[in-house]
């Protein structure tokens, strides 16, 4: 069965760094573009990030995360990366990483329940 997989969260001091891992399970993401997201409680789901497929690998980020946020892929491990630095505690939040199954991040702000997406990740920044 196809799916996406995050791991990497936990709890982390303001200030730190946390890297989260994206795998894919049961198809290979080479050719798809993969987005990183987060929910915090009593909120929407947000987009942070975004990377093409690994034909070009362009990189998108939103204003919020820009500077302390990168995000990357390792084709051969089949896997996509969100490396976190300089973490707050409004960076608190569900993780999650998502595909629509297509190459491109244009629309990636905009991918919602038919596409696809992993069970999410903890992440808690303490003050």
């Known amino acids: 069965q196809a799916r996406l997989v995050e791991s990497g969260g936990g709890l982390v001091q303001t200030g730190g760094s946390k890297r989260l891992s994206c795998a894919a399970s049961g198809f290979s993401l080479r050719y798809d573009a993969i987005g990183w997201y987060r929910q915090a409680p009593g909120k929407e789901r947000e987009g942070l990030a975004c990377i093409t497929s690994a034909v070009d690998g362009r990189t998108y980020y939103v204003d919020s995360v820009k500077g302390r946020f990168t995000i990357s892929r390792d084709n051969d491990k089949n896997t996509v990366y969100l490396q976190m630095n300089s973490l707050k505690p409004e960076d608190t939040a569900v993780y999650y990483c998502?595909?629509?199954?297509?190459?491109?991040?244009?629309?990636?702000?905009?991918?919602?329940?038919?596409?696809?997406w992993g069970q999410g990740t903890q992440v808690t920044v303490s003050s």
């Open positions: 998502a595909t629509d199954g297509g190459g491109s991040c244009n629309s990636y702000l905009r991918w919602g329940e038919d596409d696809y």
